[in-house]
């Protein structure tokens, strides 16, 4: 009996051998927090006092800010301390594109572009039946033009969805060294769906019986398998394995969906169960699907099911809660009893694109001549209510908007600029043009952090027109000239209510 249990001085040593990380010095902890990201640092701080207290330590932020913007490296040197907040109101500052000066790139195109997508690599921009990429690289070194980009030809006919999705949940992931690419899976109004990596077809599917009409915007399912879904103008959900092998994708076909009556215009996977995504029809019904669910009966997989009282304009899903855009409305659904959470009417005559934020609790709709800012815990009833901020300044139809937790951005195909608002407030933090080309409204828009794509068009020439802000220094505002900006410093671009950490 003695032998299975460790002897009490064994227990001592054990004890006094245990180093707790409160036992460590702080510039050995500053050391190791070299090895983390922005994100886990930012973790470190909610954790407990004792890495709070670290987390504020000027030794940290001038090592982030050196690695970020090493061209700043004379401003690093004369801060003596503050350079958390230093390096927290800047990050904020590019992020709202506060400045005059970022890196720049256009490519004049034959046509109007339909579709952009923007990846950390690459551009991906859809015309009628075809896509162009766009290195990056390229765009930024002034080398990029139609002529040189990568054309993928397959489809027959108008593209009308694009979406990415990571290449190691598919049967063509083999090495680890792909293990953050994607691949663009593309849907047509020649009925298939094609998915594309290293510039070609890899996957062809098809099973629709009409055009395909959108794409879910994430995949569904668990580490066991992901599908994604299709909708149509058949009327059908379709759900796809990305693991079938073969070129023309054989089996992947993994369910039908049957239930709408009208083509399908709207698909968002859910928050809260990776297996349920919803779809809308042209037809304003809502419908939630179960892809876990696996039955004969061609039903069965639908789990819930709404409508809204409108043409519908958008929807996508957060947690468990439906938002979407509808007439001149907006509202939300909790997808666990299918009930309206709220239902707000905007007194617009009509919506043309619709966003959210659900970790601020706001919802950005865009109208005709101006966008609205909604707080979302204001609407909880049924009735009118008004808008956090008006957005205005537009010409025409505001018909497409990004919303991050920095900033909204605004545009249309009859305005030739580019708005951006604080997401927080509602102020314009800048304007930016859509195109070098006179009269050129905004047809497609892709945001990313510090980087923004447009695709403008003039009737006659289209430019596809790429910007990165992340080194930019000279700040500026609305009412100031290029030329008579100033170099960035904390007091000219934050606004201190966004923070990173």
Same mark, same amino acid.
């Given at each position: 009996?003695?032998?299975?249990?460790?002897?009490?001085?064994?227990n001592?040593?054990?004890?006094?051998t245990?180093?707790?990380?409160t036992? =460590?010095? #702080?510039?050995?902890?500053v050391?190791?927090?070299?090895y983390?990201?922005?994100q886990?640092?930012?973790?470190m701080?909610?954790?407990?006092?004792?890495?709070n207290?670290?987390?504020?330590?000027?030794s940290?932020?001038?090592?982030?800010f050196?690695?970020?913007?090493? @061209?700043?490296e004379p401003y690093?040197?004369?801060?003596?301390?503050?350079l958390r907040?230093?390096?927290?109101?800047?990050?904020?500052?590019l @992020?709202?594109?506060?400045?005059?000066?970022?890196?720049?790139?256009n490519?004049?195109?034959?046509?109007?572009?339909?579709?952009?997508?923007?990846?950390?690599d690459?551009?991906?921009?859809?015309?009628?039946?075809?896509?162009h990429?766009?290195?990056?690289?390229?765009?930024? @070194?002034?080398?990029? /033009?139609?002529?040189s980009?990568?054309s993928l030809?397959?489809?027959r006919?108008?593209?009308?969805? #694009?979406? !990415?999705?990571?290449?190691?949940?598919?049967?063509?992931?083999?090495?680890e060294?792909?293990?953050?690419d994607?691949?663009l899976?593309?849907?047509?109004?020649?009925?298939?769906?094609?998915?594309?990596?290293k510039?070609?077809?890899?996957?062809?599917f098809?099973?629709?019986n009409g055009?395909?009409?959108?794409?879910?915007?994430?995949?569904l399912?668990?580490?066991?398998?992901?599908v994604?879904?299709?909708?149509?103008?058949?009327s059908?959900?379709?759900?796809? /394995?990305?693991?079938?092998?073969?070129?023309r994708?054989?089996?992947?076909?993994?369910?039908? !969906?049957?239930?709408?009556?009208k083509?399908?215009?709207? #698909?968002?996977?859910?928050g809260?169960?990776?297996?349920?995504?919803?779809?809308?029809?042209?037809d304003?019904?809502?419908?939630?699907?179960?892809?876990s669910? /696996?039955s004969?009966?061609?039903? /069965?997989?639908?789990?819930?099911?709404?409508?809204?009282?409108?043409?519908p304009v958008? =929807?996508?899903?957060?947690?468990?809660?439906?938002?979407?855009?509808f007439?001149?409305?907006?509202?939300?659904?909790?997808?666990?009893? #299918?009930?309206?959470?709220?239902?707000?009417?905007?007194n617009?005559?009509?919506?043309y694109s619709f966003?959210?934020?659900?970790?601020k609790?706001?919802?950005?709709?865009?109208g005709?001549?101006?966008?609205?800012?909604?707080?979302?815990r204001k609407?909880t009833?049924?009735?009118?209510?008004?808008?956090m901020?008006e957005?205005?300044?537009h010409?025409?139809?505001?018909?497409h908007?990004?919303?991050?937790?920095?900033?909204?951005?605004?545009?249309?195909?009859?305005?030739?600029?580019?708005?951006i608002?604080?997401?927080?407030?509602?102020? @314009?933090?800048?304007?930016l043009?859509?195109?070098?080309?006179?009269?050129s409204?905004c047809?497609?828009m892709?945001v990313?952090?510090?980087?923004?794509?447009?695709?403008?068009?003039?009737?006659?020439?289209?430019?596809?027109?790429?910007?990165?802000?992340n080194?930019a220094?000279?700040?500026?505002?609305?009412?100031?000239?290029?030329?008579?900006?100033?170099?960035?410093?904390?007091?000219?671009?934050?606004?201190?209510?966004?923070s990173?950490?």
């Amino acid at each position: 009996m003695g032998d299975n249990h460790p002897s009490s001085s064994t227990n001592h040593d054990s004890t006094a051998t245990t180093t707790k990380v409160t036992d =460590m010095d #702080m510039d050995s902890l500053v050391h190791c927090t070299s090895y983390l990201t922005l994100q886990d640092i930012s973790n470190m701080a909610v954790s407990c006092k004792f890495l709070n207290r670290l987390v504020y330590s000027d030794s940290i932020w001038r090592r982030l800010f050196r690695e970020r913007w090493p @061209q700043l490296e004379p401003y690093i040197n004369s801060q003596k301390s503050g350079l958390r907040e230093a390096y927290l109101a800047r990050y904020s500052a590019l @992020q709202q594109f506060k400045f005059v000066d970022p890196l720049d790139s256009n490519v004049y195109l034959e046509g109007k572009s339909s579709d952009v997508l923007l990846s950390k690599d690459s551009v991906f921009l859809s015309q009628g039946p075809l896509i162009h990429i766009y290195s990056i690289d390229k765009l930024l @070194q002034g080398e990029a /033009s139609e002529a040189s980009s990568v054309s993928l030809t397959d489809h027959r006919a108008r593209i009308t969805s #694009m979406r !990415l999705f990571p290449l190691k949940e598919t049967s063509l992931f083999r090495n680890e060294a792909h293990i953050n690419d994607n691949v663009l899976v593309t849907s047509s109004c020649d009925h298939s769906i094609r998915l594309w990596w290293k510039g070609s077809c890899q996957r062809c599917f098809r099973g629709h019986n009409g055009p395909v009409t959108v794409l879910s915007d994430k995949l569904l399912g668990d580490e066991n398998g992901k599908v994604f879904a299709s909708g149509g103008e058949d009327s059908t959900v379709r759900l796809w /394995s990305l693991r079938s092998s073969g070129k023309r994708g054989q089996h992947a076909l993994k369910a039908t !969906l049957y239930g709408h009556e009208k083509p399908i215009v709207f #698909m968002s996977v859910t928050g809260h169960r990776a297996s349920l995504i919803a779809s809308m029809s042209k037809d304003s019904k809502v419908r939630v699907w179960d892809a876990s669910i /696996s039955s004969s009966d061609r039903n /069965s997989s639908c789990v819930g099911m709404t409508s809204v009282p409108g043409v519908p304009v958008g =929807m996508k899903c957060h947690d468990s809660l439906l938002y979407n855009a509808f007439g001149s409305s907006i509202g939300a659904v909790d997808l666990r009893t #299918m009930k309206t959470v709220f239902r707000t009417s905007t007194n617009e005559g009509k919506l043309y694109s619709f966003d959210i934020m659900p970790s601020k609790f706001l919802a950005c709709t865009g109208g005709l001549g101006r966008a609205l800012l909604w707080d979302m815990r204001k609407n909880t009833g049924t009735g009118d209510a008004e808008p956090m901020a008006e957005l205005d300044g537009h010409i025409g139809p505001v018909t497409h908007l990004h919303m991050d937790p920095y900033k909204i951005v605004t545009g249309g195909p009859e305005d030739p600029h580019i708005s951006i608002w604080a997401a927080n407030t509602g102020n @314009q933090t800048n304007v930016l043009s859509c195109s070098p080309l006179d009269s050129s409204g905004c047809f497609a828009m892709a945001v990313d952090g510090f980087r923004i794509v447009t695709a403008g068009y003039n009737q006659e020439y289209g430019v596809l027109r790429f910007r990165d802000f992340n080194n930019a220094v000279c700040s500026g505002s609305l009412n100031e000239h290029v030329t008579g900006s100033k170099f960035w410093c904390p007091s000219t671009s934050g606004d201190g209510d966004e923070s990173d950490g």
